[in-house]
């Protein structure tokens, strides 16, 4: 039995948490280590190769991932140990390898992990060679992608393997815990509305007409002598779903319609998008019902604000970085902490522009100022009721209630009066009040 069927969702375990790391550890350095390189070479080459045309026909790959443009003594590629200087002009020098070069040597210096990007001709970057540090201005972009590559794998894992399949997994538990809430409705009936389409296909009619009478009568907007006051006919239940009525088509439009426009617009798309992480469960290639799940319903609500505030905080960091290097702290020729945070403010701006797609947006001023106009008057009916009740009670206190009792203490007066016995315990009670104040009156003016 589910975790769903036991009433509660459990929290990712160890091992998915483990198995999430370990993916996003794979993926950045594969990205660090073949693909960010390649792509850095590729955009390089294509934007600063030389334009003229007999150097460009000298221009060639010396040895692997090292560019130049070469001299005459240059025939083929040279040995992985070669020494570059007489071999190649100091022109253009793109070199992407991990080897450490020498001015004497190679022509040229570079440490063991740096990169070299050298165009001084037309069109290029001038004479200074460009110094790229891969880990200061390539990590953050290797973590970046390896994260997100590492989120979309996961969406397609088991919910006990996947970080991002047991979160959606328990995303549509939460989801339904609230529409339940939000409805009153019991999760016979939560279950039918957030149903995928086949699923519910396969069911008959009668399968499901009391739960669908329930939420038709609980949707109800106007009562049937309101309506009949107004010249209103209500439509009853049994009028539309006829025997023949594909129950799809009578929940997806008939049923979203009344509980769209008794609850709100919000609380028919927790069911939409319910039902659509329902198919992504049983369906994994349907990432984009999934992600949207969670994302509408979990993290832009969560999360919004610390998304926003990364934001900023990389947009002051990448403003930081950019001052330093105009007081000329960072030299032109080693511009990698500059491409780090270029890199962690688009980071933060893209997932901050990918929540916004997700976010929930604002309702119109006209359906709010509609759903405030019904929630005023069905107020006003109320209050009113309760002035009817109050002006009935108040004229039966002045009216006919008056009446009964004045004849109720009459009757009380004339009962006391017509016994001797309370007569004389009247008579006798006062003879002893009298006595008594007198004595004291006596014994006053005797001490004095």
């Known amino acids: 039995m589910s975790n769903q069927a036991n009433g509660h969702q459990q929290k990712p375990g160890m091992q998915v948490t483990l198995l999430f790391l370990v993916l996003v550890v794979a993926f950045s350095y594969g990205v ?26 000298n221009f060639k790959e010396v040895q692997p991932h090292t560019f130049a443009v ?72 290797a973590i970046a992608v390896g994260f997100t590559l590492a989120i979309f794998v996961s969406f397609f894992l088991p919910s006990n393997l996947g970080y991002m399949a047991s979160k959606v997994e328990r995303e549509i538990w939460h989801t339904k815990a609230k529409i339940r809430l939000q409805t009153g409705f019991s999760d016979e009936i939560v279950d039918l509305l957030t149903m995928p389409d086949s699923q519910l296909a396969g ?14 009568t609980r949707t109800a907007t106007d009562d049937e002598d309101v309506a009949q006051q107004h010249g209103k006919r209500i439509l009853r239940f049994e009028e539309v779903f006829t025997p023949d009525i594909d129950i799809v088509l009578f929940r997806n439009e008939v049923l979203a319609l009344r509980i769209k426009e008794f609850f709100s617009d919000f609380v028919m798309k927790e069911i939409d998008d319910t039902r659509g992480g329902i198919m992504w469960s049983h369906n994994r290639s349907k990432l984009l019902d999934g992600l949207r799940l969670y994302m509408s319903h979990h993290f832009t609500e969560k999360y919004s604000n610390n998304v926003t505030g ?64 019904d929630a005023n008057k069905g107020q006003l009916d109320t209050m009113k009721d309760v002035s009817q009740d109050m002006h009935a009670l108040a004229d039966a206190l002045v009216g006919e209630t008056s009446e009964i009792i ?17 007569v004389k315990k009247v008579v006798s009670d006062k003879v002893a009040e009298k006595i008594i104040i007198a004595m004291q009156q006596s014994f006053g003016k005797s001490n004095q």
Do not use: C
């Open 32 to 57: 660090y280590s073949f693909v960010l390189p390649r792509a850095v070479q590729g955009a390089v080459l294509s934007l600063f190769a030389p334009h003229d045309e007999k150097l460009r026909e």
């Open 70 to 141: 070469v001299t005459d003594k240059f025939s083929g590629a040279l040995p992985a140990d070669a020494k570059l200087k007489m071999y190649i002009k100091t022109d253009y020098i793109f070199d992407f390898s991990n080897k450490h070069r020498s001015e004497k040597d190679d022509g040229f210096t570079k440490a063991a992990g740096e990169w070299v990007v050298k165009a001084n001709g037309e069109g290029g970057l001038g004479e200074s060679a460009i110094i790229l540090e891969p880990p200061i201005g390539f990590s953050v972009l």
């Open 203 to 216: 069911l008959e009619a009668h399968q499901v007409r009391s739960s669908f009478k329930l939420v038709w």
């Open 310 to 373: 990364m934001a900023y905080f990389g947009a002051a960091i990448l403003i930081v970085i950019i001052g330093v290097r105009g007081l000329k702290f960072i030299p032109p020729t080693r511009p990698s902490l500059i491409l780090a945070s270029i890199s962690l403010e688009g980071t933060m701006l893209a997932l901050l522009a990918f929540g916004l797609i997700y976010t929930e947006e604002e309702e119109r001023m006209d359906k709010m100022m509609k759903k405030m106009e």
């Open 406 to 422: 004045k004849r109720k203490v009459e009757e009380a007066i004339s009962e006391a009066l017509s016994s001797d016995d309370n």
